[in-house]
């Protein structure tokens, strides 16, 4: 069973403060992709990203694929209230389960003013 | 506007009492999904489809059914509601590149 772990689980900033979140596996991914989920909404994809020690950048945020697409990271600079939200990572293989996308648990952050 | 819609938005049931989700796409994706969401448990796959008149399994099947019968449309059905069914529903739609999701049904069984 491939799993992906997410740490920490929670994290309260202040505004302006920078913070990286993780997500680790002890299994190869095709892809592997980074949403953002609102209280009472669904979750909204960010990034997908597929190639070993690829690096993405999306305006504030950073993402980035382990060179052995087991594990990936997000780093937001300057956090922003904005920022507020629970970030998901997700794994995809498009060989096996029919490339459905396995979750980790989240990483709730809070950035207060 | 494009994307998924999920209907009701919100369901309270008795224990035991059956219902419908409702899941519609204007994508023309293949592929949709059923997912629960509950804390500290994160998104669980239900059942997912491929494609219209499709359907399988996915990590926590049991006390639900599903039908594709259209490709925009997938139904999530619940024949004998149970308390542990109490859960946040998404479905989602998938790209080449990533999920579509709706904004959640949150049901209560009590």
């Known amino acids: 069973t491939q799993l992906l772990e997410q740490s920490p689980q929670f994290l309260s900033i202040q505004e302006g403060e920078n913070l990286t979140v993780y997500c680790n596996s002890s299994?190869?991914?095709?892809?592997l992709q980074w949403y953002r989920q609102e209280p009472g909404e669904g979750p909204v994809l960010l990034v997908t990203?597929?190639?070993?020690?690829e690096v993405k950048k999306l305006k504030r945020l950073t993402f980035q694929f382990g060179d052995a697409r087991k594990d990936s990271s997000l780093h937001i600079t300057a956090a922003q209230p904005g920022d507020t939200g629970l970030y998901l990572c997700a794994g995809m293989n498009y060989g096996g389960s029919q490339g459905n996308l396995i979750f980790g648990k989240g990483t709730k952050l809070s950035v207060k003013p | 506007n494009a994307g998924v819609t999920q209907t009701p938005k919100f369901r309270v049931l008795k224990t035991g009492q059956s219902m419908t989700l409702l899941c519609a796409q204007d994508?023309?994706?293949?592929?949709m999904y059923w997912y629960r969401q509950d804390p500290g448990m994160g998104l669980r796959l239900i059942h997912y489809s491929v494609g219209e008149g499709t359907t399988a399994k996915g990590e926590v099947p049991d006390g639900y059914n599903v039908s594709r019968l259209k490709k925009q449309n997938f139904l999530l059905g619940l024949e004998s509601a149970a308390p542990s069914q109490t859960s946040v529903y998404f479905c989602a739609s998938r790209t080449l590149y990533g999920y579509t999701f709706g904004s959640g049904t949150r049901l209560t069984v009590v």
């Open positions: 299994s190869v991914f095709s892809s």
């Open positions: 990203v597929v190639t070993g020690g």
């Open positions: 994508m023309n994706h293949e592929y």
